[in-house]
């Protein structure tokens, strides 16, 4: 119905509108797919990880020795997810084990045994593997998953939940096909299962959680959305994603009614459908969108910055936002502002609300904006990178 493809930068929460809804079940295709698209011109990143005007990327990915270094990464988020260390200051897990038979009793060296411990681990993978999830899997605060130097699919089943936890980072993984599960006892601490019902099929669920940094992944084709941040989640920094193949990218907000929303702060490469809170949109580049590319309802303030919106072939200009279930006379006091966003093929962006209310929010984060024409080369590096142990990323 929808299509939409997008290239994050920082940001963090979106419904926005991602390409075609074809089954990627393969996860070979998937990682073609994304090779075809981003990873074009990585030949020349050995030159440009130490200046691309990515702050994040420049923190850790010029050190060749990053692999005897991993935890330097949770020092380099910035955005509105800075404080999230994740397993910084725990050991390194790694995971040997693809399989999930066990979500009651999971064996130890596989990835749901990991997440569920109570103390902090930075958790890693010894090879390339598919691990396709019997049912969600439910992390507990402080941890990390760093896919790097391996290729990481969660796929084919249901996938990820941060149910009222902080401190995670979720970093290098690639995330689709999600599915459906539930009613079912699973297991989210050592010492305690309990009965969960059907779940949505999202890639990232996030309900109630805070501190929470997502970096370099790939997500797509899943069941419901691709990142869902609702029940009064916060402090959410999403960056250096790559969304493809789906029709509803993300989703901030419970509803219109449920107003803990109004706390939230995100920082996000993507954007579509935002309630309450604060959200900031920093260099994304947007491209086949079709409804809009940022939506919003129940008066969120959005700060769109430094974006680039190609819309797609049509006669007529297309609006880049839009605000939803509220008449003119409302959504006119609504606090949506644009600022150095490149408008390409007729896009425009219908700002609303007090100039300045908007930007004002974006001095609390750690996140300034790059000018939009650098969003291309900014973007190149979206998605898992290939890192290799003695080497750059």
């Known amino acids: ?17 991602l390409v075609s809804s074809s089954p990627l079940q393969d996860p070979d295709i998937v990682v073609q797919d994304v090779n075809q698209k981003i990873n074009s011109s990585r030949r020349n990143l050995g030159y440009l990880s130490c200046s691309t005007g990515n702050p994040i990327d420049d923190c850790w990915r010029c050190n060749p020795n990053w692999e005897s270094h991993r935890q330097q990464l949770a020092d380099c988020a ?8 994740g397993g910084r200051d725990g050991r390194i897990y790694v995971v040997t084990d693809p399989g999930d038979d066990e979500p009651v009793n999971p064996r130890p060296g596989t990835l749901r045994h990991a997440v569920i411990q109570n103390e902090p681990l930075w958790i890693i993978f010894k090879s390339d593997m598919v691990i396709r999830l019997k049912q969600e899997l439910v992390m507990n605060s402080h941890k990390t998953l760093d896919g790097r130097s391996a290729s990481v699919h969660i796929a084919d089943g249901p996938c990820i939940t941060i149910h009222h936890a902080t401190n995670i980072i979720i970093h290098g993984i690639h995330i689709h096909d999600c599915k459906k599960a539930g009613n079912a006892n699973i297991r989210d601490s050592p010492s305690h299962s309990g009965w969960w019902e059907e779940s949505d099929g999202d890639g990232i669920a996030i309900f109630g959680g805070r501190d929470i940094w997502i970096d370099h992944c790939s997500l797509s ?5 691709l990142i869902d941040a609702i029940h009064g989640s916060t402090a959410i920094t999403i960056s250096n994603n790559y969304f493809t193949h789906h029709d509803k990218v993300m989703l901030l907000g419970h509803s219109d009614q449920f107003t803990q929303d109004k706390n939230m702060q995100f920082e996000f490469d993507l954007l579509t459908r935002c309630r309450h809170g604060y959200f900031h949109v920093v260099n994304n ?5 079709e409804m809009y590319a940022i939506g919003g309802s129940a008066s969120p303030t959005i700060y769109s910055q430094g974006n680039r919106f ?43 609300g007090r100039a300045g209310a908007s930007s004002a929010y974006a001095r609390a984060s750690s996140l300034s904006a790059r000018p939009s024409s650098l969003v291309g080369s900014i973007t190149t590096a979206a998605g898992p990178l290939s890192c290799k142990k003695g080497s750059r990323c």
Not at 285 to 289: E, I, R, S, V
């Open 285 to 289: 580049d947007y491209t086949h969108w």
């Open 78 to 85: 910035i955005g509105f997810g800075k404080n999230a260390v």
């Open 1 to 17: 119905m929808f299509g939409f493809q997008y290239l994050s930068f920082f940001f963090i929460f979106v419904t926005p509108i």
């Open 221 to 225: 084709n899943c069941n419901d959305g």
């Open 310 to 352: 190609l819309a797609p072939n049509v006669r007529f200009r297309k609006e880049v936002t839009k605000h939803e279930d509220a008449p003119e006379s409302e959504w006119r006091q609504w606090n949506w502002r644009s600022e150095g966003d490149l408008m390409l093929n007729g896009a425009y962006f219908r700002q609303s």
